[in-house]
């Protein structure tokens, strides 16, 4: 079976930093990846993803303060958080984009805490 385990999540105060990480069980160096975002009361929303040759896509919340990269040897993508805000706060979630968004590969999401 086909595992995205996510790491990195946690509490941090508002300024600070976090980096996630999505280690794949399978090679996806073909495909899409990226990170998506749900907070309470709020619909799921995309953070950040990457193609398999680097090109990358932000929404614009993220304002510059975020990272994704990839390392296709160690089938793992990362977010690399900056000047995190309260608003940050939520459950984040990696996804292997599929040709069929209903055969999309999705991690069970992690949770990031932003305090004042």
């Known amino acids: 079976q086909v595992q995205l385990m996510e790491s990195g999540g946690g509490l941090v105060q508002a300024g600070g930093s976090l980096r996630l990480a999505c280690a794949a069980s399978?090679?996806?160096?073909?495909?899409?990846m990226g990170w998506y975002r749900q907070a309470p009361g709020k619909q799921r929303e995309l953070v950040a993803e990457?193609?398999?040759?680097?090109?990358?896509n932000y929404a614009d919340f993220v304002e510059g303060r975020f990272t994704i990269s990839r390392d296709n040897a160690r089938n793992t993508v990362y977010l690399q958080m900056n000047s995190l805000k309260l608003e940050d706060t939520a459950v984040y979630y990696c996804?292997?984009?599929?040709?069929?968004?209903?055969?999309?590969?999705w991690g069970k999401g992690i949770l990031v805490t932003v305090s004042s």
């Open positions: 996804r292997v984009k599929r040709a069929v968004y209903a055969m999309d590969y």
């Open positions: 399978s090679d996806f160096s073909a495909n899409v």
């Open positions: 990457i193609t398999s040759g680097g090109i990358t």
